[in-house]
């Protein structure tokens, strides 16, 4: 933990009245401002998933107060809408902990998706976070001074088995401050593949799929193998699906565990002591010994180890949790890139084609900030992402957080680092006394 939470947690671990909620309330935790925009005193947060709340949390343990503008009607939308159900965390859970509040211990170390939902309800509950809902961000842009945020919320009800708009309105929020964290995931990315228009079968993102039991008996086919194409076709498989999966490029697939501990968790133990080359030639070498060469199985590894391509590209090594075993007794075919579909089926890049029922675009997701930030120095206006890879801090204020490609133990460095330079900025000016008039 840095040691300005600490230095403030010893404080207050002495001061019988004091408690996260309390704090929180003493913080004042945001509130929608007029058509004009008055000027907010503390930082405005865009986007209440795990990094927004992160960000909230660390905030008001520090006595800083916040708005936070959510899109949707709930926090962690990813997580609570889009995910398939068999879903688990990849990591250990001691590697997923937001900051300030760790699982409890009851959790198993891989927690499922529903425990992770529980823990983050529990999480706003102890911290008293109370997200703006519905408030979409359509725009966003520093004008020399201040940061504008413009929002449009859009209220709506079911009426004749539709949903009909009620109302709609635009608000405007301005601070000195802007904390991006909308994340990696806020939109499915979706490839032009040649002839999908014309395929009469079944075609959905992988944000669509629940679980493999409204498939049973049909043919699908799973295009790509990432962390999520891999657990759909295992999910598939397992509801005796007949499953096929696109390997559209070279890909390192570890086991999740070797000989009872975690992959990854060895390779930050290890990457203490030894080169990170050297790291991935053990990893490579113990990964073959327990799942075998996957090149073989239609799966080709990169030229260089999963670590290093980690750090230099950010493009993360996939955690297997039976998927290999699955291939390897036929059970799941692979299938090299797609050239294009036809009205009932695929052809393939090496000129085999399959009649399939059902595609399931497990093509991953992509950020939105190019849509509503108008900043192009700190984010890529071509991947919405930092420019430096782990970057959190731009100019004039702009922060980002949750977009390390980290996972949710980057999520957590991201939101303490934000919330130390904001009190930092903070206590630097008049703002606190402002506050307390």
């Not at 990813?78 to 398939?84: D, E, M, P, S, V």
């Not at 010994?289 to 080709?300: F, K, S």
């Not at 090594?317 to 036809?342: A, R």
């Not at 071509?382 to 970057?391: D, I, L, T, V």
Request: charged residues 25%; contains cysteine; proline residues 6%.
């Amino acid at each position: 933990m840095d040691r300005r939470f600490a230095e403030t947690e010893g404080k207050r671990a002495h001061d019988p009245l004091y408690s996260p909620r309390s704090a929180a309330r003493a913080t004042a935790t945001g509130f929608p401002v007029g058509e004009h925009g008055e000027v907010f005193a503390g930082p405005l947060i865009v986007g209440a998933g795990p990094a927004g709340l992160a960000v909230a949390a660390c905030l008001t343990m520090l006595g800083v107060p916040y708005v936070l503008l959510e899109r949707y009607g709930c926090i962690a939308s990813l997580w609570r809408h889009r995910t398939y159900r068999r879903l688990c965390l990849h990591l250990p859970k001691r590697f997923c902990e937001l900051p300030l509040m760790p699982f409890p211990s009851s959790y198993p170390e891989y927690p499922t998706r529903e425990q992770f939902l529980d823990y983050l309800d529990d999480y706003i509950n102890m911290f008293g976070i109370r997200p703006f809902f519905r408030q979409a961000v359509i725009s966003a842009e520093f004008d020399g001074e201040l940061w504008c945020v413009r929002t449009k919320e859009v209220v709506t009800a079911a009426m004749d088995g539709e949903e009909a708009v009620l109302s709609s309105a635009t608000r405007e929020y301005r601070s000195k401050w802007l904390v991006v964290a909308t994340g990696e995931n806020a939109e499915p990315a979706v490839p032009e593949i040649e002839g999908i228009d014309v395929f009469k079968g079944q075609v959905m993102h992988s944000s669509d799929y629940r679980c493999g039991e409204p498939f049973h008996g049909k043919k699908v086919l799973v295009v790509g193998c990432g962390n999520s194409g891999m657990e759909v076709s295992l999910d598939l498989s397992n509801h005796n699906v007949h499953t096929s999966m696109v390997v559209r490029d070279t890909v390192h697939v570890l086991p999740r565990e070797i000989m009872g501990i975690s992959t990854f968790g060895l390779s930050v133990w290890l990457m203490m002591y030894l080169s990170i080359q050297n790291v991935d030639r053990l990893l490579l070498f113990l990964t073959r010994l327990v799942l075998g060469d996957t090149a073989r199985l239609g799966i080709p590894r990169p030229s260089i180890g999963p670590m290093e391509l980690k750090k230099v590209s950010g493009k993360t090594p996939v955690l297997d949790v039976g998927t290999i075993g699955k291939i390897k007794s036929g059970d799941i075919k692979v299938f090299p890139g797609i050239q294009s579909f036809h009205e009932h089926g695929v052809e393939f890049i090496d000129g085999r084609s399959e009649y399939f029922d059902v595609v399931i675009l497990a093509t991953g997701y992509k950020s939105n900030v190019p849509y509503w930030l108008k900043e192009k120095e700190f984010f890529s206006d071509k991947n919405g992402f930092p420019r430096k890879p782990n970057e959190w801090k731009g100019k004039n204020g702009l922060y980002a957080a949750g977009f390390s490609r980290r996972g949710l133990l980057g999520v957590s460095m991201d939101a303490t680092k934000i919330a130390d330079d904001i009190i930092q900025c903070w206590n630097d000016t008049d703002y606190e006394r402002y506050n307390s008039k």
